[in-house]
């Protein structure tokens, strides 16, 4: 059995995101996206990412009649995410690594390294879009809605593909998600395994001079390095898990 690599969306949380990394490393690793765990209300970064790694743990990893092929704790697994769900990466591994399971690596893509690094007035603009009624994600995903029926066919697949995440994702997940990352104060930390940073030297919304950069591969791209970096991101993927497999 193949060893899984659990990949953690964004902020629209839709599978779409990973499909070129589930099909270009079929070979070597299971590609896995993790069904959404909805936010409570408050609740801080930290402890809902430990909440999606529970999720992993109970239908991924607990023997029993309704999981009867689950995966092999002693074999590990690898982890990561992109944007929000690259923040939270680490945290579920830290989980997994509590509960038995042996992570073989980290990998952040177009993420942050800690709540710390979050630019100010990012942090201010968020909080401050935050407190109209669910975040103004209503009339956003209206603008996303006209916008592509106007001038969609005009449009880079990377930016219809953001749209339609918008558009696809409900109102008050977007609001309860930036509310975390809005609060999210986190130093990077160190943790047992090793972590891999994938970013793009264009990423606005999560700029790379924020970032400590080591161990960190610098691509010539923006936000939605999975989509628009496609056999770059794959490679470097591929040659970081052969290390950790061979």
Not at 117 to 135: A, D
Not at 197 to 213: A, F, R, T, Y
Request: charged share 20%; glycine share 6%.
């Amino acid at each position: 059995m193949q060893i899984p690599f659990f990949l953690f969306p964004g902020l629209a949380c839709t599978q779409r995101l990973f499909s070129p990394q589930r099909e270009g490393l079929s070979d070597i690793c299971r590609v896995i996206v993790p069904d959404w765990v909805e936010p409570l209300p408050k609740e801080d970064l930290r402890t809902f990412a430990r909440r999606w790694g529970e999720s992993v743990f109970v239908k991924y990893f607990s023997q029993n009649d309704n999981h009867p092929k689950a995966f092999n704790p002693s074999d590990g697994c690898f982890v990561g995410g992109l944007s929000f769900g690259g923040m939270c990466a680490p945290y579920i591994g830290e989980f997994l690594e509590e509960h038995g399971i042996k992570v073989l690596a980290c990998f952040n893509l177009a993420t942050i390294q800690g709540g710390s690094q979050i630019p100010t007035i990012s942090r201010l603009l968020w909080q401050s879009i935050n407190m109209l009624p669910f975040g103004g994600w209503k009339f956003l995903q209206l603008l996303c809605f006209v916008s592509l029926k106007l001038r969609g066919k005009h449009y880079s697949m990377p930016r219809r593909e953001t749209y339609l995440q918008l558009l696809e994702s409900p109102a008050r997940r977007c609001h309860r998600v930036l509310q975390m990352i809005s609060h999210w104060r986190d130093i990077p930390q160190n943790y047992t395994f090793p972590q891999i940073h994938i970013h793009g030297k264009h990423d606005v919304l999560l700029p790379l001079s924020k970032l400590e950069q080591t161990d960190i591969f610098i691509l010539n791209a923006g936000h939605l390095l999975t989509l628009t970096r496609i056999d770059e991101v794959n490679d470097i993927l591929r040659t970081e898990i052969v290390k950790f497999i061979s």
